[in-house]
């Protein structure tokens, strides 16, 4: 268990300096939704849009209008990274791979003084980022991981869902893959990171925690999990943040996996594409284009009628077995990016409120506390006028002894 949880101590520097934020990536599909919600917080005097595309960056800072302003940069030239978060306060980070950006960027941040929010969706370097705890903590850094949909919201839920039980067995945190899809107006040409990142995270090994204890299986497992008010449904697992993290940092005695929810016919070709593109076979054009006409020839197939993100925890109250699954009644603007950008900007603004944990390395389960989380992701939310529900769900079955 951490030692950090949400602590609430005041943020160093950003509500007593000029509240520089930098975007890298900002100019992204991610990003641009990310500098969209950031731009519109009182406390962001200058809003720095970082982007290889100097272009795109120039066209989401023309959109939003002050404080945005656009900087060309290149995430792998090490000076004129640290030139632009020089003057920096927080760094927000949606330049993925991040197995291959995240460590360079993540330290950099630390070594200018900055406090650190990403979108990281690479188990191997979520770990990795632990290396960089004892750096966070000497340089008064706070450091969160992993701050868009899934893993972060899927985070929040999974620990919303645990406080529920008093012993948790099983817990897996679950998005669809209907949901894994850009605005058009967002869309980048070529295959994206995003892309890259399913590839890599559908193929080889994964890290998960089973029988309570650490495993490395092959991903794409089919589960068929009870979900209340939802019934009974199959879903496949990938590599992802949420094991590695949920497992340190809650009390779950035995089951830690991430999954993803859609039709059959679509993990089978996905799990032919993600074996070929790691043996090298065809390229991530060619795998990116044999997914889109898999998913053209099952067009008209059953929709997918789970939430785009949701967290099931099984175990224990009162000695009693219970099923918990949470999730969010209504949706964020803008498909994937905005499902992710948003969250992470909100991360900066719980960031400004001081509603985070002591400097280090943390996740989103460490750094947040939930209802204060999704009282602030509300205020994005589109829901229907009359539409009375709470924002979060939370329904149960129990054993019948």
Same mark, same amino acid.
Request: net charge negative; hydrophobic share 40%; with cysteine.
């Given at each position: 268990?951490? =030692?950090?949880? !949400?602590?609430?101590?005041?943020?160093?520097?950003?509500?007593?300096? +000029?509240?520089?934020?930098?975007?890298?990536?900002?100019?992204?599909?991610?990003?641009? %939704?990310?500098?969209?919600?950031? $731009?519109?917080?009182?406390?962001?005097?200058?809003?720095?849009?970082?982007?290889?595309? $100097?272009?795109?960056?120039?066209? /989401?800072?023309?959109?939003?209008?002050?404080?945005?302003? *656009?900087?060309?940069?290149?995430?792998? =030239?090490?000076?004129?990274?640290?030139?632009?978060?020089? =003057?920096? @306060?927080?760094?927000?980070?949606?330049?993925?791979?991040?197995?291959?950006?995240? @460590?360079?960027?993540?330290?950099?941040?630390? #070594?200018?003084?900055?406090?650190?929010?990403? /979108?990281? #969706? =690479? %188990?191997?370097?979520?770990?990795?980022?632990?290396?960089?705890?004892?750096?966070?903590?000497?340089?008064?850094?706070?450091?969160?991981?992993?701050?868009?949909?899934?893993?972060?919201?899927?985070?929040?839920?999974?620990?919303?869902?645990?406080?529920?039980?008093?012993?948790?067995?099983?817990?897996?945190?679950?998005?669809?893959?209907?949901?894994? +899809?850009?605005?058009?107006?967002? $869309?980048?040409?070529?295959?994206?990171?995003?892309?890259?990142?399913?590839?890599?995270?559908?193929?080889?090994?994964?890290?998960?925690?089973?029988?309570?204890? %650490?495993?490395?299986?092959? &991903?794409?497992?089919?589960?068929?999990?009870?979900?209340?008010?939802?019934?009974?449904?199959?879903?496949?697992?990938?590599?992802? *943040?949420?094991?590695?993290?949920?497992?340190?940092?809650?009390?779950?005695?035995?089951?830690?996996?991430?999954?993803?929810?859609?039709?059959?016919?679509?993990?089978?070709?996905?799990?032919?594409?993600?074996?070929? !593109?790691?043996?090298?076979? /065809?390229?991530?054009?060619?795998?990116?284009?044999?997914?889109?006409?898999?998913?053209?020839?099952?067009?008209?197939?059953?929709? #997918?009628?789970?939430?785009?993100?949701?967290?099931?925890?099984?175990?224990?109250?009162?000695?009693?077995?219970?099923?918990?699954?949470?999730?969010?009644?209504?949706?964020?603007?803008?498909?994937?990016?905005?499902?992710?950008?948003?969250?992470?900007?909100?991360?900066?603004?719980?960031?400004?409120?001081?509603? /985070?944990? $002591? *400097?280090?390395?943390?996740?989103?389960?460490?750094?947040?506390? &939930?209802?204060?989380?999704?009282?602030?992701?509300?205020?994005?939310?589109?829901?229907?006028?009359? #539409?009375?529900? &709470?924002?979060?769900?939370?329904?149960?079955?129990?054993?019948?002894?």
């Amino acid at each position: 268990m951490s =030692d950090s949880t !949400h602590s609430t101590s005041p943020t160093r520097r950003i509500l007593h300096d +000029k509240g520089r934020v930098v975007v890298v990536g900002g100019g992204g599909a991610m990003g641009r %939704w990310a500098v969209r919600t950031a $731009a519109g917080f009182a406390f962001v005097e200058d809003l720095v849009v970082a982007d290889l595309d $100097a272009r795109r960056a120039r066209e /989401i800072c023309d959109e939003v209008g002050d404080p945005a302003r *656009p900087e060309q940069l290149d995430v792998t =030239d090490q000076a004129r990274l640290r030139q632009v978060f020089a =003057d920096c @306060d927080v760094v927000l980070n949606t330049v993925g791979p991040f197995a291959v950006f995240g @460590d360079q960027i993540l330290r950099t941040a630390i #070594d200018c003084g900055c406090d650190y929010l990403d /979108i990281d #969706d =690479d %188990w191997e370097s979520t770990l990795a980022a632990l290396d960089s705890d004892g750096a966070a903590r000497k340089a008064g850094v706070r450091v969160v991981k992993g701050m868009g949909a899934s893993p972060g919201v899927s985070n929040l839920l999974a620990a919303a869902a645990a406080a529920e039980l008093d012993e948790v067995h099983e817990l897996y945190t679950g998005w669809k893959i209907s949901g894994a +899809k850009t605005d058009a107006r967002d $869309a980048t040409t070529g295959p994206s990171a995003a892309l890259a990142h399913w590839m890599l995270q559908s193929s080889g090994t994964i890290r998960t925690w089973e029988n309570g204890t %650490w495993t490395d299986p092959a &991903p794409l497992a089919r589960l068929d999990l009870d979900l209340p008010g939802f019934g009974r449904h199959p879903v496949y697992t990938c590599g992802h *943040p949420e094991p590695v993290t949920l497992a340190r940092n809650l009390p779950v005695r035995t089951t830690s996996l991430n999954v993803m929810s859609g039709p059959e016919w679509m993990f089978r070709s996905l799990r032919a594409v993600a074996g070929r !593109h790691a043996s090298g076979s /065809i390229s991530l054009a060619e795998a990116e284009a044999e997914l889109d006409t898999a998913r053209g020839s099952g067009a008209g197939t059953a929709r #997918d009628p789970l939430p785009p993100v949701w967290a099931l925890t099984t175990g224990t109250v009162s000695g009693r077995k219970q099923t918990i699954l949470t999730h969010l009644n209504g949706r964020l603007p803008g498909r994937m990016g905005g499902s992710t950008g948003i969250p992470l900007a909100v991360g900066l603004q719980m960031l400004a409120d001081g509603k /985070i944990g $002591a *400097p280090g390395v943390l996740y989103p389960e460490t750094a947040f506390e &939930p209802a204060l989380f999704f009282d602030l992701l509300g205020k994005s939310m589109v829901r229907s006028p009359d #539409d009375d529900r &709470p924002l979060l769900s939370i329904l149960r079955t129990e054993e019948v002894s």
